[in-house]
């Protein structure tokens, strides 16, 4: 997981000092506080998300999928992306003296405290861990990364921090904090495979992760799938090795599977809704200035593709991050549904997209910092997006996006 210290340090008068953990040892306490550190973010009174829960049900997103969570533990199942609510009826079944709320609030806790542990899983392999200010650092990283926002110095006279951008975390979503997560692995592991292939419990882990997305949110595998077809055909016509059995039966047939049962159970068996092409019908209701707000949604990716220009193209992770990042763009602003197309859920997929994109720019920094002239540029943007999220984590309200009480 982490370098492996091979020889002790020593003072200037040659005295041997002990390490202060073995590496694994060291690692596995860093991912512990990270994940616990998220959690208590999300907990604290005055958190977005603790605002939210305490808010009437009947104003919030969140009391509306609490409501259909209700309903499935009444009625069985009615909708193809089930996989939040049925963790709370889980929930509820086991502890029934919760109420459905407190129930929720457990599951969206939980959802951020495994993304706070996944993040800290990926920078412990790529930053160094050998005593405990590494460790503080990796926990501090792992807090901005799941805060951050973009940057949206540019309207905060305006106080409009959220409508028109691609946000990285409303907060107002539930199933899209349930995403997140399983984003980093399924993402992460469909990036190794064109890195490097992959084992067979690798392949379990990614079947189950993009499986697992796809039933919380299908947000992110619409445009994983695409992405991973195009990288792949990208791979084959410059001569490179592509790992095709892998890639189609651990990635894209349950993947498929399950879009297509998705598909057919929400758009074409009972008719509740259709696919349209609407150019910016969504976005440009709820916002005005979509091209600097898109280019500022994207700053830091923006900035170290400019730093480091065709070595970002030579990296699988970010190869595949953009491409991702691509096709979401283009449902995030050109498709609607004709169910209450102003609900913007295509929008969602330039959300978690964009997630994901700003990870990945951070981490290929990250790998990639011995070159303080390149990186220094690319770490002010990411001081950028750092204070745009605390701003937006402070201020939700401002956008709009919590209802008056």
Request: charged residues 10%; hydrophobic residues 55%; proline residues 6%.
């Amino acid at each position: 997981m982490t370098q492996v210290l091979t020889e002790p340090e020593t003072t200037d008068h040659a005295e041997t000092i002990q390490p202060l953990a073995t590496p694994n040892r060291l690692g596995a306490v860093t991912i512990s506080v990270s994940c616990v550190a998220v959690a208590t973010l999300m907990a604290v009174p005055w958190s977005p998300v603790a605002r939210y829960f305490s808010l009437p049900s009947s104003t919030t997103d969140i009391g509306t999928h609490v409501k259909l969570a209700e309903e499935i533990a009444t009625n069985g199942i009615p909708f193809p992306h089930f996989l939040w609510h049925v963790l709370v009826v889980a929930v509820h079944a086991v502890a029934p003296r919760l109420s459905w709320m407190d129930a929720a609030w457990i599951v969206v806790l939980a959802s951020y405290a495994l993304q706070g542990a996944l993040l800290a899983v990926v920078l412990t392999r790529v930053l160094p861990l050998t005593k405990k200010s590494h460790l503080l650092a990796i926990v501090f990283l792992t807090l901005l990364f799941v805060t951050a926002a973009p940057v949206t110095v540019l309207t905060w006279r305006e106080w409009a921090l959220y409508y028109g951008y691609l946000n990285m975390d409303p907060y107002t979503s539930p199933t899209h904090a349930l995403l997140k997560p399983l984003a980093i692995v399924a993402f992460g592991l469909t990036a190794k495979a064109f890195a490097d292939g992959g084992n067979l419990r690798d392949g379990l882990m990614v079947s189950a992760a993009v499986t697992l997305s796809a039933l919380a949110k299908p947000s992110l595998t619409i445009c994983l799938v695409p992405a991973t077809v195009v990288l792949a055909a990208w791979y084959r016509a410059g001569g490179r090795r592509v790992h095709v059995s892998y890639l189609c039966g651990a990635i894209l047939l349950p993947a498929v599977a399950v879009l297509a049962w998705q598909y057919l159970s929400y758009f074409a068996t009972y008719a509740r809704s259709s696919i349209i092409v609407a150019p910016f019908l969504v976005m440009a209701h709820y916002a005005t200035n979509l091209a600097p707000k898109f280019l500022m949604s994207i700053l830091l990716p923006l900035a170290v593709l400019f730093e480091y220009g065709r070595k970002v193209f030579d990296d699988p992770s970010m190869q595949l991050a953009w491409i991702q990042f691509a096709f979401a763009s283009i449902y995030t602003y050109l498709l609607a549904e004709t169910r209450d197309p102003l609900a913007g859920n295509f929008a969602w997929t330039g959300q978690i997209s964009n997630y994901v994109l700003f990870i990945a720019s951070a981490l290929f920094v990250l790998r990639h910092r011995e070159a303080p002239s390149r990186t220094m540029p690319c770490a002010v943007a990411f001081g950028l997006h750092a204070a745009s999220g605390l701003l937006f984590f402070v201020f939700p309200g401002s956008t709009g996006t919590i209802p008056a009480s």
